[in-house]
């Protein structure tokens, strides 16, 4: 039971360079979020899925593009990024409204 | 949607002192999330409060919500070294918005051994 996966770990892209990074739940969890966190900021949501085949915009979704792809994953796509984007991105699941399980999270560098 | 002030920013202690941050919205909350964030780490769940001033405990840990449930207090006593981390608080939307958390900057812990 690996709970929640991401990948890669850490990646370094040029600006306007396009990524996908993944997320896998293995909890049979409905509900599927992906955050961003900044020194100081806290966690800011960027998009979620409620349920499979649904997926909704958070506080931060410009830049970023979603797919749930079926119950288990989750992927967030930045399609030409910036420096702006540099930043660490979690990926979280939960049982409708009951606590959140984290990824260990992507680093990503924008330069 | 929903905005939650967290305080402090910092904090630092001496091993042994207590801990407390403080969760404050303007706002009347349906519930209140804690997690907790090592150094390098992801947010782990600590606990959900939901009634009115209502006191949970988890070892050296207390929770409380406000009898008003418009703030929250997280307050560790005797801390160790392995209290170290960012605490936050986190609040669930209403109607729409009832899937989306939304999580205070976090209060960052250091304890002086």
């Known amino acids: 039971n690996a709970g929640v996966t991401q990948t890669p770990k850490f990646q370094v892209l040029k600006t306007g360079q396009s990524m996908t990074l993944q997320c896998a739940q293995d909890m049979n969890h409905n509900s599927m979020y992906w955050y961003r966190q900044d020194p100081g900021m806290g966690l800011r949501l960027i998009y979620y899925s409620a349920s499979e085949g649904t997926t909704d915009k958070g506080e931060v979704p410009n830049g970023y593009n979603v797919s749930r792809l079926n119950k288990r994953e989750f992927s967030l796509r930045l399609e030409s990024a910036a420096p702006s984007q540099t930043s660490v991105y979690f990926c979280?699941?939960?049982?409708?409204?009951?606590?959140?399980?984290f990824g260990p999270g992507t680093r990503l560098t924008v330069t | 949607g929903q905005q939650v002030m967290q305080i402090p920013q910092y904090q630092h202690v001496q091993e042994g002192e207590d801990f407390t941050t403080y969760c404050n919205s303007s706002t009347t909350l349906s519930n209140i999330q804690w997690y907790k964030q090592r150094p390098g780490g992801h947010p782990v769940f600590l606990i959900q409060l939901v009634k009115s001033g209502e006191v949970k405990k988890q070892k050296r840990l207390t929770f409380q919500f406000g009898e008003a449930k418009k703030n929250s207090s997280l307050h560790i006593t005797a801390t160790q070294t392995t209290d170290v981390g960012t605490y936050f608080c986190?609040?669930?939307?209403?109607?729409?918005?009832?899937?989306?958390?939304?999580f205070g900057k976090g209060t960052k812990l250091s304890v002086i051994p």
């Open positions: 979280a699941s939960s049982l409708r409204f009951y606590e959140q399980y």
């Open positions: 986190a609040v669930r939307g209403s109607g729409a918005g009832s899937y989306q958390l939304t």
